[in-house]
C-alpha cells in the first residue's frame, strides 16, 4: 500500500514538473478591438482596420518634421524591420501614423519613408485627416496625441513613443517602449529587455491562426434583414391568397429572424465594437458629400422606424395569434410597410457603409 501510494505521488511530481517544464510564456494581455478606421497610404491607396485583418502589426506614431524622439522611433522600427525578417513574412506588417496629417502628406511619408529604407508594401506610413487621427490615437491606441500651443519648430505635437502591437484579429495586445527613457545604461537595458518580449510577443502572434470561425456581423445582420424582408413579402402574398396557416408560419419565421437580428445587432455593437460608432466618413472616405447625407436619412430614418417596428410586430402577432382578427388587420396595415422598410434599409445601410464605397 505504501508503495502504491508512493508510485501515485511520484507519478503526480514527474506529470507536474513536465507540464511546468514545457509551460510557455504568460499570455499577451488582450486590450480589445482596435475598431474601425480608414486612412491614406504613402503610395495614395486607403488602409483600414479590415485590409490589416489576418495580419500581426506594430504601430508607431510620428510626424516628419519632429527634432525630438521621432527619427529615434522609426530608427527602432527600421531596426524591428531587419529582426524580424519583415520581407519574408506575408502575415507581418509595421505601421507608422503621422501626427501632423496636414503638412505630413503621401509625398512627404514618401521621402521620409526611403530615409529609412522602408519596405514599400509592408511598412506602411498612414496620414489623413488631423482630428481624425488624434481621436484614433487618443482613443482607440489609447496613446496621447495632441497639438502643442507654442509652435517650437520641430515640436509642434506630443505624441506618445510606444509602440503598440496589435493581432490577426484586429485586438491590441501590447505596449512596448520605442526608445530608451533615457541616457542612462539601465534604462538601454530596459529597452533591450522591452524590445526582446516584443519580439517574443510577435513570433507568438505569428504561430496563431485567424480565427476560422470569426463572423462577419455587419454581413450577417444584412442577410437576416433580407431574410425577413422577403418572408414579409411572401406571408402578405400568402394571405391575399388566403393561406392562412402557409401566412402564420412565415410571419412568425420572419419574427423569430428579426429577433435573431436583434440578438446579433446588440451583440455585436456592445460586445465586439464595445459601444464604438462606425462612422461613414472612416469607412467610405472616398464617397461624395450627397451620399453621405443620404446615408444618414436612410440610417435615422431605418433607426426611428426599427424602434417602433419591434413592439408593432409583437402585438401584431399576438393579435393574431388570439384570433382577434379584425384588430389584428388593423395594426397590421401599419407594421407591415414599417417592418418591411426596417428590413430593406437594413440592408442599404449595409450596402452603403461596407460595399459601395467602403
Known amino acids: 500500500m505504501a508503495r502504491r501510494l508512493f508510485l501515485i505521488v511520484l507519478s503526480v511530481g514527474l506529470v507536474s514538473a513536465l507540464s511546468c ?51 529615434q522611433v522609426t530608427g527602432t522600427m527600421a531596426r524591428l524591420q531587419q529582426e524580424l525578417n519583415l520581407a519574408a513574412k ?9 501626427v501632423d496629417p496636414e ?27 488631423q482630428d481624425e487621427i488624434h481621436e484614433l490615437c487618443n482613443k482607440q491606441f489609447r496613446v496621447a496625441a495632441s497639438e502643442n500651443a507654442k509652435k517650437t519648430p520641430g515640436d509642434e505635437f506630443s505624441h506618445s513613443t510606444r509602440l503598440v502591437l ?7 495586445r501590447g505596449y512596448f517602449e520605442g526608445l530608451p527613457v533615457d541616457h542612462t545604461e539601465e534604462a538601454y537595458q530596459d ?62 419565421a420572419a419574427l423569430a429572424i428579426s429577433t435573431v437580428f436583434l440578438s446579433s445587432y446588440l451583440y455585436y455593437h456592445i460586445v465586439v465594437q464595445q459601444g464604438r460608432p462606425t462612422h461613414f466618413s472612416q469607412r467610405a472616405p472616398e464617397a461624395p458629400p450627397w451620399v453621405a447625407k443620404t446615408y444618414l436619412a436612410v440610417l435615422l430614418t431605418h433607426t426611428v422606424l426599427a424602434a417602433a417596428a419591434a413592439p408593432l410586430a409583437l402585438a ?9 382578427l379584425q384588430r389584428h388587420v388593423w395594426l397590421a396595415r401599419w407594421t407591415l410597410p414599417i ?20
Open 316 to 324: 401584431t402577432a399576438y393579435l393574431g395569434l388570439r384570433d382577434r
Open 191 to 252: 529597452f533591450e529587455k522591452s524590445q526582446e518580449k516584443l519580439r517574443q510577443a510577435v513570433a507568438s502572434l505569428l504561430r496563431e491562426r485567424a480565427a476560422p470561425t470569426a463572423i462577419d456581423f455587419p454581413l450577417l445582420n444584412a442577410c437576416l434583414n433580407a431574410a425577413a424582408g422577403v418572408l414579409l413579402v411572401v406571408g402578405y402574398v400568402a394571405i391575399r391568397r388566403r393561406f392562412i396557416a402557409l401566412h402564420k408560419a412565415l410571419m412568425l
Open 103 to 129: 503638412r505630413d502628406d503621401p509625398a512627404e511619408l514618401t521621402e521620409y519613408a526611403r530615409k529609412f529604407q522602408a519596405h514599400p508594401e509592408k511598412w506602411l506610413f498612414l496620414t489623413g485627416k
Open 21 to 71: 517544464s514545457g509551460r510557455s510564456s504568460p499570455p499577451l494581455p488582450d486590450d480589445g478591438p482596435l475598431g474601425p478606421f480608414s486612412l491614406k497610404e504613402r503610395s495614395g491607396r486607403t488602409v483600414t482596420d479590415d485590409d490589416l485583418k489576418g495580419k500581426v502589426w506594430i504601430a508607431c506614431f510620428i510626424f516628419t518634421r519632429c527634432t525630438g524622439p521621432c527619427p
Open 339 to 358: 417592418w418591411l422598410y426596417v428590413s430593406i434599409t437594413g440592408v442599404v445601410v449595409y450596402l452603403m457603409l461596407y460595399r459601395l464605397y467602403g
Open 90 to 98: 506575408d502575415d507581418l506588417r509595421l505601421v507608422t501614423i503621422t
Open 166 to 172: 496589435i493581432d490577426k484579429r484586429g485586438h491590441k
